[in-house]
């Protein structure tokens, strides 16, 4: 909690507590051991699901997305620079071309089993301009 400093401790400790209290009595029909094992989703769809509680707990609310968010670990993130490397680029493109280009490198077999003449028929028939530059594409 030392990182995250715009939460409030005291109220995230209270808060925790109704869940706890929460949890308990939606499982009534569990064993103990059933409510200590819940995971931060199931605690994400009851808050979802349940009118005023994001806003009752809106410390937990907010910790509860911030763990949906972060990775276990960075092996995804260490891929995605390693692939950087790998994808031959000019240093001008833009972010959304890069983003594009990752994705398709990452995702060979997927890309693999795209149909490129419809694509690039979409591509065409998109803009009036686009179909005055390349002509009609079959």
């Given amino acids: 909690m030392n990182f995250y400093d715009d939460f409030d401790i005291s ?15 939606r499982v009534q029909n569990q064993k ?4 200590e094992r819940i995971t931060v989703l199931e605690v994400a769809n009851l808050l979802k699901h349940t009118y005023g509680a994001q806003q009752l707990l809106d410390q937990v609310w907010r910790l509860t997305k911030l763990l949906l968010v972060v990775p276990a670990t960075s092996a995804t993130a260490e891929r995605s620079f390693s692939a950087l490397r790998r994808v031959n680029l000019r240093a ?19 890309a693999a089993s795209l149909n490129n003449v419809d ?4 591509f065409v028939c998109a803009t009036d301009s686009r179909a005055n530059a390349f002509g009609t594409f079959l």
């Fill in 119 to 122: 694509i690039a028929r979409d």
């Fill in 11 to 25: 109220s995230l400790a209270t808060q925790l507590t109704i869940l706890h209290g929460a949890v308990t009595n």
């Fill in 32 to 35: 103990q051991s059933d409510v």
């Fill in 92 to 110: 001008t493109i833009g972010q959304t071309r890069l983003n594009s280009a990752l994705v398709i490198h990452c995702h060979q077999d997927r």
